[in-house]
């Protein structure tokens, strides 16, 4: 039996379970730099911007009227009416309140419903490259991870041909992200309903649209969300959160619009482990989806610039091969041409794991290796970094890659 240093047995879930590698890679960005190096760390998907002041001034005055106490279990209906709103005024898709669930952040509300769907053995299609939690979501609650694996020459978008083809009797849910994390690419309303056709054949499937980076989206039709296809509107589970497009990350808000039947089995789960969100903080939400906008799209254009510079700057780096991503704020290259190399001082790169750490102990740039995503050819670099930190970052990866023969 596995012991700690106290002598106490861990459960096989913990023993088994991964640690997140975009944390464990933050982290040791974090040590890298506490040994006095100066270190740009590209590895976490947060944006570095501040939370827009007029919600950050709700969330106080939610404090001054006294919204402190207990929430109700799936949010406070003036959330829950603004998220109706919402998903009508930018998605076209119709829900009533009972359809609506808030939870301390997207990665509760896709946990909550593999809980409420998934019996062991149930097989779960992820598009991959994913996001790391998507995997280890489904595998703590007795899922199986399917990956349905696209490479850069496809921009990391699975076919409908290759979904259909991984669809077997077992198959429970399928999870994706447009725009995605880890690689930036963004599914066209055409592609959409190329999928919808496919899953339009499965009624028992329940797909999981993951939109969560909605609001950072460069392609001119700008976003589409699958369940707008009138077909899929039983099936389809839209995710979505405050972190990405209105840099609230730590304000830890998520929420759900899907079947009520799935709603009201997410809210008994989430009331025997957390029960609701926070209440300044829901009161808050409620006025970012309702107010002007202007800050996340003056967001979403820096971003944009800064995929100009980063793109610009990687092409230029012999040995690089990069998509061209279309939303979202991170970099997804192909450095598989570095593995079997060496640096001048013996350093060896045999993987991603070991090419993100050459970059972080020689350049002491931050990154994550893309094994983690399920694309062990690539590393996951976030834009999410000014201009000045972004260039010297580049830099500096130039130079170390140079070194390597």
Partial sequence: MHKTDLDLPLSNLVINMEESATIAMAQLARDVAAEGNDVISLTLGEPDFDTPEHIKEAAKQALDDGYTKYT???????????IVTKFKRDNGLDFEMNQIMVSNGAKQVIANICIALLNKGDEVLIFAPFWVSYKAIVEMHGGVAVPVYAGIEQDFKPTPEQVAAAITDKTKLVIFSSPCNPT????????????AEVFDKHKNL???SDEIYEYINFIEEGHFSLGSIECMKDQVVTVNGFAKGFAMTGWRLGYMGGPDWLVKACSKIQGQFTSGANSFGQKAASIA????LTPSYKMRDAFQKRRELVIDAMNKIPGMKLNYPKG???????VSHFYGKRSDEGFAINNSVDFCEYLLRKAFVGSVPGVAFGAPNNIRLSYAASDEKLTEAMNRIKEVCSKLS
């Fill in 72 to 82: 109700p279990v799936p949010g406070l209906p003036e959330l829950r009416k603004a």
């Fill in 206 to 208: 329940i797909i999981i």
């Fill in 328 to 334: 979202a704020f991170y970099v997804f290259p192909d």
């Fill in 184 to 195: 930036g690419s963004v599914f066209s309303k055409d592609e959409m309903h190329a999928l």
């Fill in 289 to 292: 989806l309702l107010s002007d």
